[in-house]
T-cell receptor, first 112, second 115 residues
Framework: DAKTTQPPSMDCAEGRAANLPCNHSTISGNEYVYWYRQIHSQGPQYIIHGLKNNETNEMASLIITEDRKSSTLILPHATLRDTAVYYCIVGSDKRGANNLFFGTGTRLTVIP | EAQVTQNPRYLITVTGKKLTVTCSQNMNHEYMSWYRQDPGLGLRQIYYSMNVEVTDKGDVPEGYKVSRKEKRNFPLILESPSPNQTSLYFC??????????????FGNGTRLTVT
């Protein structure tokens, strides 16, 4: 199963764009890249996912490099409520299950 | 409102006293799963269910049981809890499973302490 590498922590000024990087150099051709976030000890919240093309929704944008070995999650205008741990995950088909491997993620702190 | 509901939110118990953590989803999802979260270890999958009456072990199934008699419910059972099962537990559901499965919807968690 492909694993991901993320920086353990990042800061971002309120109102600025937050760019969270993720490396997934062993990703296979059919595996999606997912991003979730977890605020305090609440349940993880789905943000966005993609396969090859860049994706955008109401929460964020996902930029995937052409070789698919890395990606960047962009929060265009970070607010204090975006302070959370962000998980970059590559989908696994282990035993056919939706067993997404959540590592330790990136702790994003939005600073006033 | 579409949601995954876990109960209880907090539970303190003693070693060996059987307990059940309930999980219910109202989205008609086929797939459900239990995770535990411990400091420095991220989320680890305990058990999952692809559909009614179909369950399978995740990465850390020892000491846990599950059942899936109805599509909406997926209880987690600790027959004889031990202190190393003290953790934050999350239930999750998804419309379908697989490599290109749909995103997971998580409950708000159950914080279990076993003394």
């Amino acid at each position: 199963d492909a694993k991901t590498t993320q920086p353990p922590s990042m800061d971002c000024a309120e109102g600025r764009a937050a760019n969270l990087p993720c490396n997934h150099s062993t990703i296979s051709g059919n595996e999606y890249v997912y991003w979730y976030r977890q605020i305090h000890s609440q349940g993880p919240q789905y943000i966005i996912h993609g396969l090859k093309n860049n994706e955008t929704n109401e929460m964020a944008s996902l930029i995937i490099t052409e070789d698919r070995k890395s990606s960047t999650l962009i929060l265009p205008h970070a607010t204090l409520r975006d302070t959370a741990v962000y998980y970059c995950i590559v989908g696994s088909d282990k035993r056919g299950a939706n067993n997404l491997f959540f590592g330790t993620g990136t702790r994003l702190t939005v600073i006033p | 409102e579409a949601q995954v509901t876990q109960n209880p939110r907090y539970l303190i118990t003693v070693t060996g006293k059987k307990l059940t953590v309930t999980c219910s989803q109202n989205m008609n999802h086929e797939y459900m799963s239990w995770y535990r979260q411990d400091p420095g270890l991220g989320l680890r999958q305990i058990y999952y269910s692809m559909n009614v009456e179909v369950t399978d072990k995740g990465d850390v199934p020892e000491g846990y049981k599950v059942s899936r008699k109805e599509k909406r419910n997926f209880p987690l059972i600790l027959e004889s809890p031990s202190p190393n099962q003290t953790s934050l537990y999350f239930c999750a559901s998804s419309p379908r499973a697989g490599r290109w499965g749909a995103p997971l919807h998580f409950g708000n968690g159950t914080r279990l302490t076993v003394t």
